[in-house]
T-cell receptor, first 115, second 114 residues
Framework: ETGVTQTPRHLVMGMTNKKSLKCEQH?????MYWYKQSAKKPLELMFV???????ENNSVPSRFSPECPNSSHLFLHLHTLQPEDSALYLC??????????????FGPGTRLTVL | DAKTTQPPSMDCAEGRAANLPCNHS???????VYWYRQIHSQGPQYIIH???NNETNEMASLIITEDRKSSTLILPHATLRDTAVYYC???????????????FGTGTRLTIIP
């Protein structure tokens, strides 16, 4: 138990659906991250929020829309996804937004399948 | 960013030193070498970074060749918990990524043998 929770743990959606992934951290951190890990592909950073402001957007398609309403919650809104978006989506938090040296605490991930 | 080349897998006996190599022959002068590892399906864990001098912290040592074209991560006394995929990446030092695409490459899958 790392103090970072993600819901749902599994999600199956069609390409025309709209869904949201939720992440919550109980560690008092002020930076949160979304990662994508596809099968047989390297881990990929998507978004970084620091103090509820988006500080990183790693060329992610607009069909992924993050939202950080406060420092404890992070959402990833999904719409018109493609089958190749099927992956494990990991949320993480850290005490600051310095991803290179901060210890990040990861949630269990949401396994997303797009049909 | 400079590309890196790592062996896909390595084994190491428990209690021995694990030496993980990384080639980065196109590294430029302002780029640092970073090492991360990923255990199971968790996110990456920062291990160590360096520019040209050898570095050591509580987790590992980083040896960078004089021409900076390769480096070696050393885990001095490997334990079973060190079994993971180890990633070597090179990029300019900054506190955030900017708008660049960041991927961790394929890494080296290190297996510690009891």
């Amino acid at each position: 138990e790392t103090g970072v929770t993600q819901t749902p743990r599994h999600l199956v959606m069609g390409m025309t659906n709209k869904k949201s992934l939720k992440c919550e951290q109980h560690l008092g951190h002020n930076a949160m991250y979304w990662y994508k890990q596809s099968a047989k592909k390297p881990l990929e950073l998507m978004f970084v929020y620091s103090l509820e402001e988006r500080v990183e957007n790693n060329s992610v398609p607009s069909r992924f829309s993050p939202e950080c309403p406060n420092s404890s919650h992070l959402f990833l809104h999904l719409h018109t996804l493609q089958p190749e978006d099927s992956a494990l989506y990991l949320c993480a938090s850290s005490s600051s937004g310095s991803i290179f040296t901060d210890t990040q605490y990861f949630g269990p991930g949401t396994r997303l399948t797009v049909l | 960013d400079a590309k890196t080349t790592q062996p896909p897998s390595m084994d190491c006996a428990e209690g021995r030193a694990a030496n993980l190599p990384c080639n980065h022959s196109t590294i430029s002068g302002n780029e640092y070498v970073y090492w991360y590892r990923q255990i199971h399906s968790q996110g990456p864990q920062y291990i160590i970074h360096g520019l040209k001098n050898n570095e050591t912290n509580e987790m590992a040592s980083l040896i960078i060749t004089e021409d900076r074209k390769s480096s070696t991560l050393i885990l001095p006394h490997a334990t079973l918990r060190d079994t993971a995929v180890y990633y070597c990446i090179v990029r300019p030092f900054r506190s955030n990524f900017g708008n660049e695409k960041l991927t961790f490459g394929t890494g080296t899958r290190l297996t510690i043998i009891p």
